[in-house]
């Protein structure tokens, strides 16, 4: 008998005897603590001696789910095996209909009818990997504040004023208590610390399965937010100890106010301590959404690319006056809530200025969705000059230091603005802005030299151009100048990059070619930033073990200096082959007469010597093929 005949015999067996059995304990409407996803929704729970059976409402337009044959409720230590099944069949696709909702019930093994609570949890793959927990049978557990949180931590002030940034260099100690951590869920808890200069680093750490925490420890070099992977973002202090109340309920309580319709509570997705708390505890506190305060640069209607540079401003500028007006007038929102978005308003224009033609490019490509881009001609697009942008500095204050507790999407300004646009174009705009001394002059300075760090190039001489009183950047520049250095050494022996051959640039590619001379090379032209490139990779590393494991075959890759070296020493041992790091000019010398442009980018080398680039290669199967082909061949 098969698994799916099992579970159908299962069930009309568990509806025969619950029918000779006196009434079921029913629950109806559950609190569901905590859940991984929106989709589900338990209902209804009926409890029998001889069998427990869910009714379950699931959400979701046009799309398909799948509930396994391995789904199970977890109660006191053991699992409960799915039985059975109505209204879905387990381990085949379900599709949903255009409404978005529809509704099954499932049959499980019986809890004991004592049950307080239980977990639903079903381990698949992807948007169907299903987790409820603590699904309530008492009808007495409630979403208030858990009494682990200290009071100084639930205190809240929107009428206080935005704090200001701190600029000095310090360890940072964070503590993350994970409120309605349940065992299965999350066994790590990812954060991303967005540095000074915009660049963003990830830290990890495990979860403490008996206090419910992660901790970490970094250094910061001025105040800097923090993404946690839950989707909450805070501002630290450098050199502080904080700790933050993660309330993993949130998507409970969303679950019960959808069944309602009515939203019976804010919904505060964390309790901070430190410096910054008060500015944490408002931000995520439950807040109206915020998109409608948003430029939405690279939405349909946002620009026409048919504009010119002053034309374009000047829209970029109606449009940010216009949403700062409505959030202005908004009177939902808290003070300190209203300046944090007027920050993150401010980052986002400056942003649209930056790349005007980028989106003006996309706007011309939505014009023409649906038709063949290979035989469109991109028009040209008029350049935003310099001292067009530069009108911005009439707009708001271009030097504010308080930019770095700029929320996100603004906060990015630093990536996509000073650190994207071309040195001369920023000069000169510069220069137009009026800007000679202060915040934006200053951090264009370190976000340079913060590049050489990470490449261990930054000399004392870099330094000098600081003055004494923008003596933090110098200071922090050295710190990380020594961490790097320490990070270096610790990585010397376990991360090998060949020596680039000291030939003409003409001669480069085929001298790094030549020790492997008999062999099939696979080149991968990569970069530590590019994420295609890196999943890629990852993709293709348990096949040197596997299907690809072959000594004639060599792994080679390519990367240049924009990959910054600390990041780099610190990838490639993870990634077997052979490594070459190239200056820019080798890499264009390079990538030139192979017409690479974009990353990944392929070359195949035969046995013979000969090659030829092969993006093609990105299919797996075929690369599989391909190489199995090429080996085989004498």
Known sequence: ????????????????????????????NPLIEAANSL???????????????????????????????????????????????QGITPDSDFWMPASGETTFRLCFEPLPLRTRSFDFIQENEGQDCFKLFGIDLTGKATFGTPESVPQEARRMDGNAPMPTPIFRCGETCLTIHLLGWHEGMMQELPI????????????????????????????QYGTMPVW????????????????????????????????????????????????????NNVWNSGLPDRRSYSLNAHSEGFADYRLDGTSYVARVGERYQTVSDSLQADTLLPPLAKEAMQLSLEGEALIAIGQADLIRRNDFLKRH????????????????????????????????????????????????????????????????????????????QFNRLARK???????????????????????????????????????????????????????LFEAILAPYKGKVVFVDFWNTWCGPCRSAIEHLEPLKDTTLKNDNLVWLYIANETSPLTTYRTMIPGIRGQHYRLTNEQWDALCKPLKIGAIPAYVLVDKDGTYARRDDLMDTRLLIKTLKDKLNNP
Not at 478 to 496: D, I, N, P, S
């Open 39 to 85: 989709t589900l929704d338990i209902t209804k729970v009926e409890l029998t001696d001889t069998a427990t059976w869910l009714q379950v409402d699931a959400y979701r337009a046009k799309d398909w789910i799948r509930i396994t044959s391995d789904a199970c409720l977890q109660a006191d230590g053991r699992p409960y095996a799915l039985t059975g099944a």
């Open 369 to 444: 969705a649906g038709q063949d881009w290979n035989l469109l001609s991109m028009p040209d697009i008029a350049p935003v000059r310099p001292e067009q942008a530069a009108v911005v500095a009439r707009w708001f204050d271009l030097n504010n230091p308080q930019w770095l507790l700029m929320p996100f999407p603004g906060q990015c300004f630093t990536i996509d603005f000073l650190d994207n646009t071309k040195e001369a174009w920023l000069d000169d705009w510069q220069e137009a802005a009026g800007l000679h001394k202060g915040f934006i002059p200053s951090l264009r």
């Open 1 to 28: 008998m098969s698994i799916k005949e099992t579970i159908a015999a299962s069930a009309l067996a568990a509806l025969a005897l619950s029918a000779c059995q006196g009434g079921p304990r029913v629950v109806e």
């Open 228 to 279: 946690i992977s839950t989707g909450s973002l805070i501002w630290l202090a450098p050199g502080e100890k904080a700790d933050i109340y993660l309330d993993l309920r949130v998507n409970g309580r969303h679950i019960a106010d959808r069944r309602t319709g009515i939203r019976q509570s804010p919904l505060r997705r964390l309790y901070a301590t430190g410096t910054y708390a008060n500015l």
């Open 453 to 507: 760090v990470q490449n261990n190039t930054l000399t004392d001489t870099d330094l000098a151009v600081f003055t004494p009183e923008e003596s933090f950047y110098a200071d922090a520049l050295r710190t990380m100048r020594q961490a790097v250095q320490k990070e270096l050494a610790a990585l010397a022996e376990k991360a090998v990059i060949q020596p680039v051959p000291d030939v003409p640039a003409d001669r």
């Open 192 to 219: 991303a610390l967005v540095n000074t200069w915009g660049k963003s680093k990830k830290y990890t750490s495990p979860i403490d399965p008996e206090k419910h925490t992660a901790t970490y420890r970094f250094m």
